[in-house]
């Protein structure tokens, strides 16, 4: 009885992340950190992600404080936006610090006057498709496998 406690206690407190010394580690849109960043694009370049997309990422100049940022955008293949290294731009995302670098995970861009969204306004990516049991109801049979109940 005493190893299940034990065992259950270190699981918990392994999950929760307290053991780990850097738990700023890992980038992933919250949306009780959402900021509005305006600046000059530095750089535009790719990087490749966990699932073997590359990632739009700007590098960007904060017109303000001259803060730089990372910001992420989306895969390669969603993104659509024309825009070149010096557009000024306004992103509106997810902030993370992740070794004393900002990152913002971008929800939105504004370019010249017209609105660009990645993520929906609670933080998930346009490019996922739809998310089961909010366009769909699962309860009236749309979806189902046929043969299966």
């Known amino acids: 009885m ?41 750089k535009i370049k790719m990087e490749d992600s966990y699932r073997k997309n590359k990632f739009v990422i700007f ?21 659509g936006l024309e825009v070149a290294e010096g557009s000024i731009v306004e992103v509106k995302g997810s902030l993370n610090i992740i070794k004393e670098k900002k990152i913002v995970i ?16 609670f933080g998930f990516p346009l490019w996922r498709g739809k998310r089961q049991g909010f366009e769909k109801s699962r309860w009236k049979g749309e979806g189902r496998r046929k043969g299966k109940r």
């Open 2 to 42: 005493k190893k299940k406690i034990v065992f259950l206690f270190l699981s918990i407190f392994i999950l929760t992340g307290a053991a780990l010394p850097g738990k700023d580690k890992f980038k992933y849109f919250r949306i009780d950190k959402i900021i509005s960043v305006s600046g000059k694009i530095i």
């Open 59 to 79: 590098e960007l100049k904060e017109l303000k404080s001259n803060e730089q940022y990372d910001i992420e955008i989306s895969p390669q293949w969603f993104y």
């Open 106 to 121: 971008a929800q939105s861009i504004i370019f010249e006057g017209e609105v660009f969204n990645f993520r929906d306004k």
